[in-house]
């Protein structure tokens, strides 16, 4: 059994609907319509510190939280509201000023972080980090070639060791 897709007869039957609903080509588009991009997730060192430049601007623009939105509207409504911010005034305010203190704290943690995630990208640190290690593993592996030859030392002594023993 076969299944083949008529490309045609789907366009055409798209185009029949947006006839249908009267749709023309001056309304709002996909790109017109505003939307906020998911956060993606990127394992890569250097592509996760470029995606985090955007996020980071946003923490340093809004980092500081308002107690209190602007009223507007009924002015019944807003004088009624202005009172239970006067009453609330106490449980509020000290939150969101705790929430602040907080948000400036890891704001400039995070901005520390990205600089020196910046600074440590550079190619000479990272060269000499790498001669560093290649040193290192060369010692390892000098200093394990003279433990396995001082325990084969080590073995044949006790061997003698137990030779003269029994004799």
């Known amino acids: 059994m076969e299944n083949k897709i008529n490309i045609e007869e789907i366009m055409a039957q798209i185009k029949r609907e947006i006839e249908e609903k009267g749709l023309t080509a001056d309304m709002l588009s996909f790109e017109d319509v505003p939307y906020k991009k998911p956060v993606q997730i990127e394992t890569d060192g250097a592509a996760s510190l470029l995606a ?9 623009a809004h980092h500081f939280v308002q107690p209190y939105k ?12 202005k009172v239970i911010r ?8 000290p939150v ?7 948000n400036a704290s890891v704001t400039n943690v995070l901005n520390v972080m990205k600089n020196n995630a910046e600074s ?25 070639g003279r433990i396995d030859s001082l325990e084969r ?15």
Not at 52 to 60: F, H, I, P
Not at 86 to 91: C, V, W
Not at 96 to 102: I, K, M, P, R, T
């Open 52 to 60: 985090a430049d955007e996020s980071l601007a946003y923490v340093n």
């Open 70 to 81: 602007p009223l507007s509207g009924n002015p019944i409504k807003v004088f009624f509201k």
């Open 86 to 93: 006067k009453l609330m005034k106490f449980y509020v305010e």
């Open 96 to 102: 969101v000023f705790e929430q602040n203190s907080f």
């Open 120 to 144: 440590c990208q550079d190619d000479d640190m990272t060269d000499g980090l790498l001669s560093r290690l290649e040193t290192l593993e060369l010692s390892q592996k000098e200093l394990r």
């Open 153 to 167: 030392e080590n073995a044949v002594l006790r061997e003698e060791l137990g030779k003269q023993e029994m004799s």
